[in-house]
């Protein structure tokens, strides 16, 4: 791989006295990186690294084997890395600082895009580097992580016991707290535990291995601890993925996993936390903890000041269909919300604070949908003809032209956007690209849904950090 750094502009980088920052205890609710342990000031700060008054937020795009980002502030680009299996990757994620770029069979490069977001107590730190790669695929394989072989194919050229089908990508997530962060491989069931300060410092310090039946789970750190899904019978997951093969089905069912553990970073159970969640499907890290999604309804894992880790259920409102649970979870980084798409019948709001489920119905079906988290429990979606639709949970409150129809592909249910496509939300702003036509559209949806700037940012795959 090319390794290249691009400075950024001078005008964004210059040093700014650093704000008075005073230790505060935080609530026995909030999670995550708000939760790390007091530093020396500035809190979370890594050398080579400048705080800033603001949040430095960065649109970032994959087009080719190209890795930039935009600065929606000033419309400034920079190159953050190229070549390599950039080329290849067919899915980018990010932990709000670190960019995963992952190919079909699994292998992965870690960039650190130079922006990022420290949480402390009722405020938080903002800083800048330069950003640089981290790890390459051959890096992951001198760490021993098997990521799966083909395009996430088991050993006769099937189906995988995953579900992944001969041509699908196989899924790779990530997801980090203050002092660890997770990368899973769905083909494999492995699960890669790195430390936090290590990577933030631009190495790769494994302090953990995940090892479980392939399926589409969930590994995400809370603390110095893991939120992970485990499959409880591996022989009948194995088997279904068998009989699909046999079959000659060209989209075998996912296995899914059933039951959210919590385990050491080194991956060793931790005794009594364990909790019952069929058919689990999507997750989220929020300022309350982490949630996981289940088939009647989801499971929430906060962490009190010592660290101590509480699973605890969040039902469904009764007679919830199946057809209408959340499949995966969308929000503000940093916030007590999240949204899901409800079915065709519009959008889930969860309060995981308020322990609440909303169900928000719209004329038309949804085909994203992301919580704000503001005081008037704001979630903005994209619906079945492209359009962006903010709503609240009295119904929809305004709505764009068709911004994304270009983009939208034939399902076997109807209309569907792919996975390049992307809707992201900030406090006052949200940002919706279009691969098709090489922009991001910025949206005002405090104001109508406006569109306030259509950004010129070609690339197949696209993510914000700085959060």
Not at 246 to 259: I, K, N, Q, R, W
Not at 271 to 290: H, I, K, Q
Not at 316 to 339: E, K, M
């Amino acid at each position: 791989m090319t390794r290249r750094t691009v400075l950024l502009p001078a005008a964004l980088v210059a040093l700014l006295a650093l704000a008075a920052c005073s230790p505060g205890a935080d609530s026995a609710d909030d999670a995550g990186k708000a939760g790390a342990d007091e530093t020396a000031v500035p809190h979370g700060y890594v050398e080579g690294a400048r705080e800033l008054q603001e949040p430095q937020l960065r649109l970032v795009a994959l087009d080719g084997d190209v890795l930039s980002a935009l600065d929606p502030a000033s419309g400034e680009i920079v190159e953050l890395a190229s070549g390599g299996s950039l080329g290849d990757a067919s899915s980018l994620t990010t932990d709000g600082r670190h960019l995963f770029a992952a190919t079909p069979d699994g292998r992965l490069t870690v960039v650190d895009g130079g922006a990022w977001t420290v949480p402390h107590g009722d405020h938080s730190h903002y800083y800048l580097a330069d950003p640089r790669v981290v790890a390459e695929p051959d890096d992951l394989a001198d760490l021993g992580v098997e990521t799966g072989s083909g395009s996430g194919t088991g050993a006769d050229g099937g189906a995988d016991a995953s579900g992944t089908s001969e041509d699908a990508a196989q899924e790779v997530r990530a997801a980090s707290s203050a002092s660890l962060t997770a990368a899973s491989w769905s083909a494999t069931g492995t699960g890669l535990v790195l430390d936090g300060d290590a990577l933030a410092d631009g190495e790769l310090d494994a302090v953990g291995r995940i090892e479980g039946t392939p399926h589409a789970g969930v590994l995400v750190p809370l603390g110095d601890e893991l939120i992970a899904s485990v499959v409880s019978d591996a022989a009948d997951a194995a088997d279904a993925a068998d009989a699909a093969d046999a079959s000659g089905a060209s989209e075998p069912a996912p296995v899914l996993a059933d039951t959210v553990v919590v385990t050491t970073a080194g991956g060793e159970p931790v005794d009594g936390l364990e909790e019952p969640c069929p058919a689990l499907r999507g997750s989220a890290a929020t300022r309350v903890g982490v949630v996981v999604g289940c088939a009647d309804g989801a499971v929430l894992a906060t962490a009190d000041s010592a660290g101590d880790v509480t699973l605890e259920r969040i039902p469904y409102p009764a007679g919830t269909a199946a057809s209408d649970v959340a499949t995966s979870f969308q929000a503000r980084p940093g916030r007590p919300a999240v949204a899901s798409v409800a079915g065709t019948r519009g959008a889930w709001l969860l309060d995981t604070r308020a322990r609440t489920w909303t169900l928000i119905e719209t004329p038309e079906p949804l085909l994203r949908a992301t919580a704000v988290g503001d005081s008037d429990d704001t979630v903005v979606a994209v619906d079945t003809s492209g359009r962006v639709v903010v709503l609240s949970p009295e119904g929809v409150l305004a709505q764009t032209e068709p911004l994304v129809a270009a983009d939208l592909v034939a399902g076997a249910d109807g209309p569907e956007l792919p996975a390049g496509v992307v809707l992201e939300v900030d406090a006052s702003r949200s940002y919706l690209n279009s691969p098709s036509a090489g922009v991001v559209h910025e949206i005002d949806h405090a104001d109508s849904a406006r569109v306030a700037r259509t950004l010129p940012l070609p690339g197949r795959l696209f993510v914000e950090t700085g959060r």
